[in-house]
T-cell receptor, first 113, second 109 residues
Framework: SAVISQKPSRDICQRGTSLTIQCQVDSQVTMMFWYRQQPGQSLTLIATANQGSEATYESGFVIDKFPISRPNLTFSTLTVSNMSPEDSSIYLC??????????FGQGTRLTVV | GQNIDQPTEMTATEGAIVQINCTYQTSGFNGLFWYQQHAGEAPTFLSYNVLDGLEEKGRFSSFLSRSKGYSYLLLKELQMKDSASYLCAVARGQGNLIFGKGTKLSVKP
């Protein structure tokens, strides 16, 4: 199993600013995943973060907008840059140790005003 | 392309049985997950199927047919607390998941 500590749990930000979300895992994992959940919607994968290499982004997501860091095997950050109201969502990080169960952080509820 | 379909909403009565279906067409398949998500909370794991057949875990069971690209989640003896969204997700290689849009289940007395 894995326990993920994600912060902040929520934030209200001004448009045009940036917010960095952190996830700390209690065990070493090769990959960490970042998802977005827009209001009333399901989860959409943003990118896969590997330690020691650049993140792999899904279609529709770019590094300039969502830069990711992965300095070691237990930690990752996602930055939401130059925010607009359309970025208001819940952002979640996830790990899948053993590939049979995905564990999620508690999520960051972002509101952009 | 990636396509995962599940009903948007379902309603059932307390004590009854409900089946939530999920069909998928994805590039890459490394298993299928079901998650429960209450409003404002992170998803919680319910089941994982990688081989065809039925997996039973208490009141919850999940079935997979890889040849048909089909799965279902069966909830028995429904309780009010089972009112939530149920997310079907296909695992591609390396652990990243593609989620369906979720099924909002309402359990009524």
């Amino acid at each position: 199993s894995a326990v993920i500590s994600q912060k902040p749990s929520r934030d209200i930000c001004q448009r045009g600013t940036s917010l960095t979300i952190q996830c700390q895992v209690d065990s070493q994992v090769t990959m960490m995943f970042w998802y977005r959940q827009q209001p009333g919607q399901s989860l959409t994968l943003i990118a896969t973060a590997n330690q020691g290499s650049e993140a792999t982004y899904e279609s529709g997501f770019v590094i300039d907008k969502f830069p990711i860091s992965r300095p070691n095997l237990t930690f990752s950050t996602l930055t939401v840059s130059n925010m607009s109201p359309e970025d208001s969502s819940i952002y979640l990080c996830s790990v899948v140790p053993g590939y049979t169960e995905a564990f999620f952080g508690q999520g960051t509820r972002l509101t952009v005003v | 392309g990636q396509n995962i379909d599940q009903p948007t909403e379902m309603t059932a009565t307390e004590g009854a049985i409900v089946q939530i279906n999920c069909t998928y067409q994805t590039s890459g398949f490394n298993g299928l997950f079901w998650y429960q998500q209450h409003a404002g909370e992170a998803p919680t794991f319910l089941s994982y199927n990688v081989l065809d057949g039925l997996e039973e875990k208490g009141r919850f069971s999940s079935f997979l047919s890889r040849s048909k690209g089909y799965s279902y989640l069966l909830l028995k003896e429904l309780q009010m607390k089972d009112s939530a969204s149920y997310l079907c997700a296909v695992a591609r290689g390396q652990g990243n998941l593609i989620f369906g849009k979720g099924t909002k289940l309402s359990v009524k007395p």
